[in-house]
């Protein structure tokens, strides 16, 4: 039947099964949910220092600091944790390969029009094949869709990145067919992002190979917010106690990935 009852989806969609419900699930803004989460550490004395870190400041084997705009910065312990652009660290340490891959994606201003049902489509998109669109209704009256993957070459700066050219088109079309409430809304973002993701599919949380006081935290692919308070802890342990208590980390070692040639970076400007 037509959306199980889903009257702001079209004829041509079809659900077929009920994920969860409304008192098993729940939806994570990945916007709020990074602020709130800063200032929960700044009300704690943490302080937000924004720059290019160009380098590790090191007294022999030992880590001493990070260089940002050319000052040192102390520190005992050191996290690598910036998405796919982690591999650019790869210039001052050992570090496996981490990707950027790319995803596209529309925010429509819906107010009450769609209700709060997340939805997880098969799309076939024409001779371009299957697409796996995801459509997420926010209770700030916006609702969120993501689809369109590619292999888009990572940008040094991220606020270089931008869609592919077709690629919002496209996502309009298929948020067109997909529900009339959509056709009609107001786009208030069209947007594109890197998700970072590493040659087996698992995240890099741990010390960072032979080195000592340096940790890697990345690769978690779209899976990031979500997996974010776990791993925070964790490494947190891991810091603070020498090993993680909450969750085993042994599969997601950093070492068990071979290290990526420095010479093999080509940034992309």
């Not at 709020?32 to 004395?45: I, K, L, N, R, S």
């Not at 030992?62 to 910036?82: F, H, K, P, R, Y």
């Not at 270089?160 to 077709?166: A, F, I, Q, R, T």
Request: proline share 10%; hydrophobic share 40%; with cysteine.
């Amino acid at each position: 039947g037509v959306g199980g009852g889903l009257d702001w989806l079209s004829d041509v969609v079809s659900v077929g099964r009920r994920l969860g419900r409304p008192e098993t699930t729940a939806q994570v803004h990945p916007g709020q949910f990074a602020a709130a989460m800063m200032a929960a550490a700044q009300a704690q004395g943490a302080q937000l220092r924004l720059g290019t870190v160009t380098g590790l400041a090191r007294d022999g084997a030992n880590i001493t600091g990070v260089l940002v705009d050319g000052e040192s910065i102390a520190a005992d312990a050191v996290v690598i944790a910036m998405g796919p652009w982690s591999v650019l660290a790869a210039q001052w340490l050992p570090l496996p390969p981490v990707y950027g891959l790319k995803g596209h994606s529309l925010i429509f201003e819906t107010g009450t029009s769609v209700p709060p049902e997340a939805l997880f489509l098969e799309y076939l998109e024409g001779n371009r094949g299957p697409q796996s669109p995801e459509v997420f209704p926010r209770a700030d009256g916006t609702t969120y869709v993501c689809a369109i993957s590619s292999e888009s070459p990572l940008p040094l700066d991220p606020a270089d990145v931008k869609p592919d050219p077709g690629a919002i088109e496209r996502l309009q079309d298929i948020c067109r067919r997909v529900s009339p409430i959509l056709a009609e809304a107001k786009v208030i973002a069209r947007q594109a992002c890197f998700r970072p993701v590493t040659q087996d599919g698992l995240p890099l949380i741990g010390p960072a190979p032979g080195q000592t006081g340096i940790y890697l935290v990345t690769g978690h692919g779209v899976w990031g917010i979500l997996n974010a308070p776990a791993t925070g802890e964790a490494v947190a342990e891991l810091i603070a106690d020498g090993a993680a208590s909450t969750l085993d980390l042994s599969p997601f070692d950093p070492g068990r990935l071979a290290s990526l040639d420095p010479l093999r970076l080509r940034p992309h400007a």
